[in-house]
């Protein structure tokens, strides 16, 4: 019972890592986007849509949707990889 024990804990704790891995890095990359977004005045929301200041030049007027775009991917890989960590959990019974 010990050693099945110890089995299923040495596999939380890998799948532990590596899903933490994982979501450490996409929350990286996500907030680098974001912030350098928003230090250049843009507007995101919590879904990650993407709003452009007022001041920005015709020329890039189509940016917005490719920003919403790398930002819900984003998002929607950080839930992917939770969704994931959490599946390959192991059973422990009582």
């Given at each position: 019972i010990q050693e099945a024990l110890r089995d299923k804990l040495q596999?939380?704790?890998?799948?532990?890592?590596?899903?933490?891995?994982?979501?450490?890095s996409t929350r990286t990359a996500l907030l680098d986007i974001v912030g350098q977004l928003r230090g250049?005045?843009?507007?995101?929301?919590?879904?990650?849509?993407?709003?452009?200041?007022?001041?920005?030049s015709e020329v890039f007027r189509s940016f917005p949707q490719a920003y919403t775009q790398i930002i819900q991917k984003l998002l929607n890989t950080y839930d992917a990889i939770d969704s994931e960590t959490a599946d390959r959990f192991p059973a422990f019974e009582e």
């Open positions: 596999t939380l704790q890998g799948v532990s890592y590596s899903g933490g891995s994982q979501l450490g250049q005045g843009w507007q995101i929301s919590d879904d990650g849509i993407a709003a452009a200041p007022p001041n920005l």
